[in-house]
């Protein structure tokens, strides 16, 4: 099983349309989880962290779920300009030493059509 | 202003050559990686350094080799023994030892074997 693991995609949905992508991560020390946003040909950015009682930005909403190990990022009101890739990333800690290692999943693309 | 520098943005290389991609970073993050990215795919890790004088190799580190002889610097070069090495290179940044820490990343060097 892969170490994070998301969502195939492509997504095709209207303007307007609320749209849900998961994520699960295979390993249990796995200790903070981050969504990220990338665009065509450029580099990814963070769009938001995901914090275990789950958080908001506007219409984006985040959710985690240690019991099943699964993320999730929900896009409400799409808009044209949120068609892009979006990457779930997870920090795992290793070696016993307070060291982390951040792991990306493949990515899930979004497209909004008009 | 703070934040990882990659060069060069586009870099073209006979069948055969060894190329160096530059990575910096000034945000005094002890972690570094390079990823590589083909057209429609994922994120893949090559390699990963979490301090200076050490790293580790990743997913796809066949026909490449890094260095971190500063916390700063990261170079990767793409060798001969790479059997098709064009894509896309994207280098990040991360704090180790914090497990809500994100990743930082240079906007990318795209290289193709001409």
């Known amino acids: 099983r892969k170490e994070v693991e998301q969502d195939p995609g492509p997504f095709n949905v209207p303007e307007g349309a609320t749209v849900a992508f998961n994520c699960t991560y295979s390993?249990?020390?796995?200790?903070?989880f981050f969504w990220y946003r990338q665009d065509c040909r450029k580099e990814p950015k963070l769009l938001m962290s995901?914090?275990?009682s789950g958080n908001e930005d506007g219409r984006f909403t985040a959710q985690l779920n240690r019991a099943s190990q699964y993320i999730s990022l929900l896009i409400r009101d799409s808009k044209l300009s949120d068609s892009a890739t979006y990457l779930c990333?997870?920090?795992?800690?290793?070696?016993?030493?307070?060291?982390?290692?951040?792991?990306f999943g493949k990515g899930t693309k979004l497209s909004v059509i008009p | 202003d703070g934040g990882i520098t990659q060069s060069p943005k586009y870099l073209f290389r006979k069948e055969g050559q060894n190329v160096t991609l530059s990575c910096e970073q000034n945000?005094?993050?002890?972690?570094m990686y390079w990823y590589r990215q083909d057209p429609g795919q994922g994120l893949r890790l090559i390699y990963y350094?979490?301090?200076?004088?050490?790293?580790q190799k990743g997913d796809i580190a066949e026909g490449y080799s890094v260095s971190r002889e500063k916390k700063e610097s990261f170079p990767l070069t793409v060798t001969s023994a790479q059997k098709n090495p064009t894509a896309f290179y994207l280098c990040?940044?991360?704090?180790?030892?914090?497990?809500?820490?994100?990743?930082?990343f240079g906007q990318g060097t795209r290289l193709t074997v001409v």
């Open positions: 990333v997870v920090n795992v800690a290793y070696s016993g030493a307070g060291s982390y290692q951040l792991t």
């Open positions: 990040a940044s991360s704090m180790k030892r914090t497990p809500n820490t994100e990743a930082f």
């Open positions: 350094s979490q301090i200076v004088n050490d790293f």
């Open positions: 995901v914090y275990s």
């Open positions: 390993n249990s020390a796995s200790q903070s």
């Open positions: 945000l005094n993050h002890d972690a």
